[in-house]
């Protein structure tokens, strides 16, 4: 939610939404997203796509800028403070199947 009580969210079909006196989607945003996470700080938007291409958004100027190409093991951004960026990584992932007698 930003400071002025604008709710911003993601649907379940990676959709993004934006309401305050109305609900609008922002359909440009959908084919940016890997993951159903973003953070937002004030009114500018962070998320990584599914090329690890860290970007962003402002609500205000609806401008959308790629900041950043991105290691393969980033995953989200986590958390935003101050123009200070804190993101998720996946070092190793390891599923093992067991099979039961």
């Known amino acids: 939610m930003t400071e002025d009580n604008t709710l911003v969210y ?29 953070t937002l700080e004030n009114t500018q938007l962070y998320a990584i796509n599914k090329h690890r291409e860290l970007w962003s958004y402002s609500l205000n100027s609806h401008s959308f800028k790629i ?4 290691p393969s093991t980033a995953r989200y951004v986590s958390d935003v403070n101050k123009g200070e960026l804190l993101f998720t990584q996946m070092i190793n992932y390891q599923k093992e199947l067991i099979e039961l007698y």
């Open 10 to 38: 993601v649907d379940t079909s990676k959709r993004f939404w934006v309401k305050n006196d109305k609900t609008d989607e922002i359909p440009l945003l959908s084919a940016h997203l890997d993951s159903n996470i973003f």
């Open 67 to 70: 900041l950043q190409q991105l």
